[in-house]
């Protein structure tokens, strides 16, 4: 099938999507093609200081003085206006966009609008609308936004606006957020890549020649660069992880019930139970971010909006502790030689200041894998396949290397056997976790930094949270330095996959690449994770 309804090929409708995503950025901001950085620059995050589009008032907003706390602190106290701010971060993502290609769905006119909406509420008033009065947002493609598409990288769904707003940005926006753009993702949903035939493939702004993962990659690539104040995306098996460690921010995976996911844009069948859930999340700039997206989300009780949602998990005391830390140093494939050091150097800073560290050796995250493999493609990719034959478009490269593409459908006893594997993983992990006695785990986020692209193909440090359901915050911690992280010579290969893992590792080629650790709590306990986590990252580092 070469054509849709429309009688248009997919090409052509790819070329027309760009073209209406061009017309959205504003002549004055387009960048000369003279000016540009060389195709071989690694990071690209500099050229914004030197482009010339972004007044130094407008780097300094944008710029690493502020993350969305203190941004909506200095609104909300007059020293920037809403629309100040939001111009800002728009010319700023329009920048990061010419380059990287991470925006999907932009919505600058919008936002400005809303800003000067927001300026005159404060002006009349002298109060801010809420807690995120002016601070400008990015979502992930698979959210719906009025008037704007909802094509999560599927051809057939290009020129099909939406007649509503996802919840979940609704109430966003009713607390004072405006969103500048949505962020591009992979074709299916399913691939540690962020690339389709809709919107092309994203770059690392950190480090051009590698991965900015995904599936929420276009949100990790905007947050690197600073496109928004903070970002949210979605996570099945890693996908706010994932790109918050490709592109060295921060996110937070949540338990299954603490945030709304009702009337989100589906990648697929709509009702469809696998047996692990998909969660949202939020990526940003520190961990006290992802703690102002929590509480302003359930501020709201959003338990009396989305069925899902659970109660008064959140809306408990913590405890002022030093909390017991479980180690899990590898599990399944050999953490690359930058990842091992991390590890390392993060225990010996908790020990020093004083925390309790004990290892703790986990269900084999390879066999985790299997199963989630296995969940995940219960209809064989029929939705996918089925969207792709719509406009003729070939999955991308990164779809079929990640191994899902031709695996076979599941009958329904076939789905209760691995979803009873599952549960017995739930139980195993519980029981470590109780035997270790141990309050978080810090672990990698995957055998490897930032890869080539189409290179991440191992979710197995991140589906293991997800198949129990635990919550996980990344922190950025390090980067690749080859003095530090030469290839190990002395590597003994635990069999043929640790072996191919280990193979892709090139200090020179990841050089500087973003090294994140992951911090999982138990299961619901995301209140008390956030706590722990902001005091883990101020032993890793040094920040308040």
Excluded at 81 to 86: F, H, P, T, Y
Excluded at 285 to 311: C, E, K, T, Y
Excluded at 362 to 370: K, N, Q, S
């Amino acid at each position: 099938m070469g054509s849709m309804a429309t009688g248009k090929t997919w090409q052509e409708l790819h070329a027309a999507k760009k073209a209406e995503q061009d017309s959205r950025i504003p002549a004055e901001w387009k960048l000369k093609p003279d000016l540009l950085p060389p195709e071989d620059t690694v990071d690209l995050r500099p050229f914004v200081n030197s482009c010339g589009l972004l007044s130094p008032a407008e780097l300094a907003i944008t710029g690493e003085e502020y993350d969305a706390t203190s941004l909506a602190a200095a609104i909300a106290e007059g020293k920037f206006s809403a629309l100040e701010v939001v111009t800002a971060f728009c010319k700023r993502a329009a920048v990061g966009h010419q380059l990287c290609n991470m925006l999907t769905e932009i919505m600058f006119a919008d936002a400005m609008a809303r800003a000067q909406e927001l300026d005159q509420i404060y002006k009349s008033t002298g109060k801010v609308v809420g807690p995120l009065h002016g601070v400008p947002m990015t979502f992930k493609e698979c959210f719906h936004f009025k008037g704007y598409d909802s094509t999560n990288g599927y051809v057939s769904r290009v020129f099909q606006p939406s007649d509503r707003t996802s919840p979940l940005p609704e109430l966003l926006q009713a607390a004072g957020a405006v969103i500048i753009s949505k962020t591009n993702v992979p074709q299916t949903m399913l691939v540690a890549e962020s690339h389709n035939n809709v919107f092309g493939r994203t770059k690392n702004p950190v480090n051009s020649r590698l991965t900015c993962g995904g599936s929420s990659g276009g949100e990790g690539a905007s947050q690197a660069f600073r496109c928004s104040a903070l970002g949210v995306g979605t996570d099945v098996g890693g996908s706010v992880r994932i790109p918050a460690a490709c592109n060295g921010v921060y996110s937070y995976k949540p338990s299954y019930g603490v945030i709304p996911m009702i009337g989100y844009s589906y990648s697929g069948w709509s009702g469809s139970n696998t047996g692990i859930p998909a969660v949202t999340g939020p990526l940003g700039h520190s961990i006290r971010d992802l703690d102002l997206f929590a509480l302003v989300v359930r501020d709201v009780q959003p338990w009396g909006l989305d069925p899902a949602v659970i109660p008064h998990i959140m809306e408990v005391p913590t405890a002022e502790r030093k909390p017991i830390v479980g180690v899990v140093h590898a599990s399944g494939l050999t953490p690359h030689p930058p990842v091992r050091r991390a590890l390392r150097e993060a225990v010996a800073k908790l020990v020093a200041a004083g925390l309790e560290v004990r290892e703790l050796n986990p269900p084999d995250f390879l066999a985790i894998r299997d199963i989630s493999e296995q969940l995940f493609t219960l209809d064989g990719l029929s939705y996918p396949k089925q969207e792709c034959a719509r406009s003729g478009e070939p999955p991308v490269p990164s779809v079929r290397k990640i191994g899902f593409w031709d695996l076979p459908p599941k009958s329904q006893e076939e789905a209760w056997r691995w979803n009873a594997k599952k549960g017995q993983v739930q139980k195993d992990m519980l029981d470590e976790w109780r035997r270790v006695g141990c309050d978080v785990v810090l672990a990698p986020v995957g055998p490897h930094t930032a890869v080539l692209p189409g290179d991440w193909t191992s979710d197995i440090y991140t589906v293991a949270w997800n198949v129990t359901d635990y919550p996980a915050i990344v922190v950025p911690f390090t980067h690749v330095d080859p003095a530090l992280d030469p290839v190990d010579a002395d590597f003994k290969a635990m069999h043929e996959a640790d072996q191919k893992n280990q193979d892709m590792y090139n200090p020179e080629l990841f050089k500087g690449a973003p090294v994140a650790l992951q911090i999982v709590g138990s299961r619901l306990a995301d209140k008390q994770l956030l706590k722990d986590a902001a005091l883990l990252d101020s032993v890793l580092n040094g920040k308040p």
